[in-house]
């Protein structure tokens, strides 16, 4: 209890204070977390809805794969990603390992198939309810698709935070790719594993409080910014 009171602390002196460190280590974590976000959106929201409005072949075997990438262990990818970017890598002479940029593709592979399920969820659903109407239309694919996405945007924004939730609290792949650099490549997730490791708790928790308050904002942030409350819809 005492830990927790002291972690209570440190969290309110260092976000109070503006310290330096930590404002540098949340901005980081923010631009690392959304920049994978928006590439993993752009990837998985219109698949997921070519998923629910078209129907091929191997439609099911290709959901079926997308929902067990969902639980796909993040060291893995970590893992994987190391070794492409590494130097006796096929991707070695790009120099991306520890960087930034290595974080942001390890995160886009963990989040972007956990957007495009719950995306092709929400949108097969929808795709139900439009389906005749489209149809009569007489629209194109990429009509449907686009309509599909607009009037399904809350859903999508919901898959989108999903994928959020899920990026800003990976460790194990940003440590493995990133390698906790100091000023570099050194996150909120990361730094709380250090510490925890060097037995300072009451940072640690001070910095997991940081973590989940950034996680709220970022959550009512989208939201207000979607009117989502103002329109009765949240």
Do not use: C
């Not at 906790?180 to 594993?193: F, Y």
């Amino acid at each position: 209890m005492i830990e927790i009171l002291d972690g209570l602390k440190e969290a309110f002196r260092l976000v109070l204070g503006f310290d330096e460190e930590l404002l540098e280590i949340s901005l980081r974590s923010l631009r690392v977390t959304l920049s994978a976000l928006l590439i993993a959106s752009v990837i998985a929201i219109p698949l997921g809805t070519y998923l629910a409005v078209q129907r091929f072949r191997y439609r099911r075997i290709v959901i079926s794969m997308i929902n067990a990438l969902m639980g796909l262990p993040p060291v893995v990818v970590g893992l994987v990603v190391y070794i492409m970017l590494s130097r006796s890598g096929p991707f070695g002479v790009l120099n991306l390992l520890f960087t930034p940029t290595a974080m942001i593709i390890a995160q886009v592979i963990i989040i972007t198939p956990v957007i495009a399920s719950i995306a092709h969820q929400s949108m097969r659903e929808l795709w139900a309810e439009y389906h005749d109407l489209l149809i009569s239309l007489n629209t194109t694919k990429r009509q449907r698709i686009l309509t599909l996405i607009y009037d399904g945007r809350r859903n999508l924004l919901t898959a989108a935070l999903a994928g959020f939730g899920r990026a800003i609290g990976e460790v194990g792949a940003i440590m493995i790719v990133g390698g906790n650099i100091d000023h570099v490549t050194r996150v909120l997730t990361t730094a709380i594993a250090l510490e925890t490791g060097k037995g300072d708790f009451a940072l640690a928790l001070g910095l997991g409080f940081v973590l989940i308050g950034l996680a709220i904002f970022v959550n009512i942030a989208i939201h207000t910014l979607s009117r989502t409350e103002r329109e009765g819809l949240w």
